[in-house]
């Protein structure tokens, strides 16, 4: 593993500063810290990175691409998500390692994390797996795996009752991992953890940083899942689902136009 950043390969041509606060782009939804991902992603293969080796600093980035740190930043937060690159705290930049590159090599070579449009095919996408893994988990679930389920329901409401957003977000992700699990069918498992994996890449742009109203209704939403699921009732559960979803797509809707129109 190489901890010396590279001083002989330069960085893609500087960013125009239209380029780089988005003002030209937002009617292809391409704002800066996209943009400037991108060009850390040129830089990575045209110095020849390879997992392990050191990025520089985040500073040295925005300098060289005459933009911003907080927009080298946000764009670091997006390439984090896409398992591109680590960030040490006290050590610096990474590039990532093969394993954490598997998802980008799936799904995430198209996916743009602030495309509406793409947003709204990954809810589609997720729609379908969900609503079929809570069917099947309202038939197949067993006591360990409907406890487990209720936990993590638990856990939900009590990071949004003590303002605790870690908590929810995790507990969040282990609800929607324990309801594909107990539909036993590895193929729903895998693709729901792949889909939430590339929802992870919008939520690392800040969309899920706060709690707030519609967490709320997340926490109740989630209830009524688990209750369909616990009580077998296919049909409630997957009719559950689909609402959840349906809500949970309308706040990411609303809040990348409001970042993209103000």
Not at 234 to 255: K, N, S, W
Request: net charge negative; with cysteine.
């Amino acid at each position: 593993m190489n901890d010396t950043p590279p001083t002989e390969a330069a960085l893609p041509a500087q960013a125009a500063p239209a380029a780089v606060d988005g003002s030209d782009e937002r009617r292809d939804y391409r704002p800066g810290y996209e943009i400037v991902a991108e060009r850390i992603l040129e830089y990575i293969a045209e110095a020849r990175l390879v997992a392990g080796d050191r990025l520089p600093t985040e500073i040295s980035l925005a300098q060289r691409l005459n933009t911003s740190r907080a927009v080298v930043r946000e764009a670091v937060k997006i390439l984090s998500a896409l398992g591109r690159v680590r960030a040490h705290k006290g050590r610096g930049l990474f590039v990532a390692d093969d394993e954490g590159m598997l998802i980008t090599s799936r799904w995430g070579g198209f996916f743009r994390p602030v495309d509406i449009d793409h947003v709204l095919m990954l809810f589609e996408f997720r729609r379908v797996q969900e609503m079929a893994a809570s069917t099947l988990a309202a038939t197949r679930a067993t006591p360990a795996e409907l406890r487990t389920i209720e936990v993590a329901t638990q856990q939900c409401r009590h990071g949004f009752v003590h303002g605790q957003v870690e908590e929810f977000n995790r507990a969040d992700e282990d609800f929607h991992l324990a309801v594909a699990a107990a539909s036993h069918n590895t193929f729903l498992v895998s693709a729901v953890r792949d889909a939430r994996r590339l929802q992870r890449q919008s939520s690392a742009i800040g969309i899920h940083d706060t709690l707030g109203e519609n967490t709320a209704s997340a926490v109740q939403e989630h209830e009524t899942i688990y209750r369909a699921i616990r009580d077998g009732q296919p049909d409630q559960a997957a009719e559950a689902t689909a609402v959840h979803l349906d809500r949970t797509l309308e706040d990411y809707r609303r809040e990348i136009q409001r970042r993209l129109f103000g």
